[in-house]
């Protein structure tokens, strides 16, 4: 099994709500990620969670916060968010922990709206 | 730099007619390859992972094959269904776990 689950699907908020994306993975996976991605880009990392430390933040603005309470789970705390930051936000797991092959498995991804 | 390029941009195939997706990478040194098929506002599916040049992996009317330089998805007979965007992406040897992903290549198959 390779599914990764992501809730929820669609969401549309505006710019002085808070809000969470939840992610969840049961293959054992030590690595986390959070991708961005808009229309006919590709990904974009946010962040990356290894053995449930934050390894990796790609700048990412401090409205984006993201939380990893076990191994299993990957959340994305969204506050004041702006126009710009509608889009498909993808989640993903591997089983590299701090570097080895990891294929990423995706989850069908969050579509968020910013009002 | 590390860099992934994918050509064509987009590709317009009859079906039956076959063809090739190119995934060029400049990397110092590489550990995997990586092809993804993504339908729109759906999660990327993954479809092969290559280690080393030379190696080949094949599913369904897919085939992927990888080279020092590039890799080649090479589709087959396609049918409609195929149509979607593929997407190629590397992880480097001195980047930990992070993916560099390339821009994609749009195919659609017309019945």
């Known amino acids: 099994d390779t599914e990764v689950t992501q809730t929820p699907k669609h969401l549309v908020m505006g710019m002085t709500n808070k809000k969470s994306l939840k992610c969840e993975q049961h293959?054992?996976?030590?690595?986390m990620y959070w991708y961005k991605q808009k229309a006919k880009k590709p990904p974009e990392l946010m962040f990356v969670?290894?053995?449930?430390?934050?390894?990796i933040n790609e700048s990412v603005p401090s409205r984006f916060s993201p939380e990893c309470p076990n191994s299993s789970l990957l959340n994305l705390h969204l506050h004041a968010l702006q126009p710009e930051d509608s889009a498909l936000y993808l989640c993903a797991s591997s089983n590299s922990g701090t570097g080895g092959i990891g294929t990423q498995y995706f989850g069908p991804g969050t579509r968020l709206t910013v009002l | 730099e590390d860099q992934v390029t994918q050509s064509p941009e987009a590709l317009r195939l009859q079906e039956g007619e076959s063809s090739s997706l190119n995934c060029s990478y400049t990397v110092s040194g590489l550990r995997g390859l990586f092809w993804y098929r993504q339908d729109p506002g759906k999660g990327p599916e993954f479809l092969f992972t290559?280690?080393?040049a030379g190696e080949e992996k094949e599913k369904e009317r897919l085939k992927a094959t990888l080279t020092k330089k590039e890799s080649f998805l090479h589709i087959t007979a396609p049918k409609p269904e195929d149509s979607a965007t593929y997407l190629c992406?590397?992880?480097?040897?001195?980047?930990?776990?992070?993916?560099?992903f390339g821009t994609g290549t749009s195919l659609t198959v017309i019945p």
């Open positions: 293959m054992g996976h030590r690595a």
């Open positions: 969670y290894s053995y449930e430390k934050l390894s």
């Open positions: 992406a590397v992880q480097a040897l001195d980047t930990g776990n992070q993916f560099y």
């Open positions: 290559l280690y080393s």
